[in-house]
């Protein structure tokens, strides 16, 4: 359900324009949430009141008016065209691996995923904390990219990193 999910966003922010997407997502969302309270009152209301064996019946039957009515309604909707491509991906990926701000936020990202793994970076790379000043260099170099960008409360903490290997 999760990729069904992903997928009618995706959809909603295409046909949308940038001034409606919003009010579109908070829509499905919203609908997506009260649909789960209203499912889970009305379901335990049916059992309740006609056994669980009508609950699974009921909710088929809902299931099928839902079907109907998208059935009827997508007609009126407009067929998605394709976008052509600016670029071929190949060509696309390697603009990218040429732009040097990526690349660098490609390296610190790498090291974030690693620690996400359950590897510390600090037990792993001790002797370029202790020995090579180049860790503190890029967290400087981001708190700069970090402080042009906008971000007013910016913490580097290269004065503990190796703090745990003594």
Request: glycine share 6%; with cysteine.
């Amino acid at each position: 359900m999760a990729s069904a999910f992903a997928l009618t966003l995706a959809y909603l922010g295409e046909q949308c324009s940038s001034m409606d997407a919003g009010g579109a997502f908070a829509a499905y969302i919203t609908g997506n949430v009260a649909s789960n309270l209203i499912g889970r009152l009305v379901s335990a209301a049916v059992v309740d009141t006609f056994g669980l064996a009508s609950n699974f019946y009921f909710f088929a039957l809902l299931n099928l008016a839902g079907a109907v009515l998208v059935y009827f309604t997508i007609q009126r909707v407009k067929p998605m065209h394709a976008m052509p491509a600016a670029q071929s991906p190949f060509a696309a990926m390697i603009a990218h691996w040429r732009d040097p701000s990526l690349r660098a936020e490609h390296r610190l990202f790498c090291h974030i995923t690693q620690t996400w793994r359950g590897r510390p970076l600090v037990d792993r790379m001790a002797h370029q904390v202790l020995h090579n000043r180049e860790s503190s260099a890029l967290q400087y170099a981001m708190r700069d990219r970090l402080w042009t960008l906008g971000w007013s409360e910016i913490e580097v903490i290269d004065d503990n990193l190796g703090s745990r290997l003594n």
